[in-house]
């Protein structure tokens, strides 16, 4: 691992977390092994203090789905934002401060970035958010929310523009196909306002940065042939050793889809299978897979920089891993640290698009992603679909004494001792 202290350029950090739609209760107080922004906290990170520039959290399935359609994440979002900045100042090297940058939630899917004030805090601007639904009819149930700023140069120059996007996407083995489909939704419909021009939209790609991370439920696809496919007990044998799983990781469905280019283009992953499958746990557990689903790296960070080659990444990964301890979902939350590269000279800088109206660096790949000229519709139609749903559904849990199959019981009841009583009088008269 490369010692922080030699690197020059922007040190990131990047965390997910599904916390299985428990609300408050969805994350232990202590998140030191999760969010400590110091690479000296555990034993697997560089001994050199070194306090991250940008911190980015993200969560998926938030909350309990009937008060996310209702939009009642507010509290939620203030919690978790005190409980992260604690933390991560808390065991900063040297107490740095960090602000909030922005944050986003969209029904259960929020991401929270900060910057550490002593540095590029200083220097942010342009701050904007995003949001897009790609469950049935456009919902919130799967979708990504985003955060996108600009960061000016120490001499009041242009700079860059970072883009964080935490996205779920659809789930279960199957469904391979749909989630592609819901990252070409995202990719064109978590659109953001041209800092020139705001009227004209612009994707995910027209950065300078771009992280995408959350539960992006790519499975582990096991061929019917293979002699680990119906046996999981030797399965989970396999995965807990490197080498199991470095050989196992070629049946990892974003792997391959990504060598096809059909998903994530341009953007680069840390080794993923240097630790263990983050899906699925048993509940209360530290190491114990569900029987039910076939163990997956279901929780992913990817990245991109205009630096990059067609097949380089210039982005330096420190750290990227799961943290076990976290027993009260079936995911584990995952980290990594990232260092960007400093600004190239301006030499260089002739080959890299350029925007033209804000003189920022863009992404390779920025010409090749256009907005969906409907995206405002399908968004807008998703958001007003789900808080119809979500309104029913909890006053289905309210009637149900917080349980909307006994709410749904108590109505059907209800009607029919209502339709029962009148009738009983109509015959009495």
Known sequence: MPDASSLKGTVVQIASYNTNLQGDLGVPQDLVDWLSPTLTVSNFLSRTPNAPDIV?????????????????????????????????EAHAPNREGYSLVAHEVFVGVAILVYARDSGIGRRVCDVQTSWTGCGPAWMGNKGAVGVRFRVK?????????????????????????????????ISTSLLFPSPANPKK????????????????????????????????????????????????KEYDQLLIERRKGTIFQGMSEAEFWQFKCSYKFKIGTVDQYSTKRTPSWTDRILYATYTDSPDTSKVIPLLYTSIPSYTTSDHKPIVALLIIPPPISPDDAA??????????????????????????????TGKVVGRIIGVIWFVFVLLGFGNAALGVSNVIFGTGALAWWRKRNVDAV
Request: glycine share 6%.
């Open 153 to 185: 140069e120490a001499d009041g120059g242009a700079g860059e523009v970072f883009t964080f996007v935490n996205a779920h996407l659809t789930a279960h083995a199957h469904n391979l196909r749909q989630r592609i489909k819901d990252w070409n939704h």
């Open 201 to 248: 939209s612009t994707t995910i790609y027209a950065s300078s940065h771009l992280f995408f991370l959350g539960d992006l439920n790519f499975r582990l696809d096991i061929p019917t042939a293979h002699p680990l496919r119906s046996d999981l007990v030797r399965l989970n044998q396999h995965l807990s050793t490197g080498e199991g799983r470095a050989e196992l």
């Open 351 to 380: 080959a890299v698009p350029i925007d033209a109206s804000a003189s920022v660096p863009l992404l390779r790949h920025s010409s090749q992603f256009k907005p969906d000229a409907y995206a405002n519709l399908k968004r807008y």
């Open 56 to 88: 980015a959290v993200g969560f998926q399935e938030l909350l309990p789905l009937h008060l996310g359609f209702c939009g009642l994440s507010k509290s939620v979002i203030k919690n978790r934002d005190a409980l992260i900045r604690s933390q991560v």
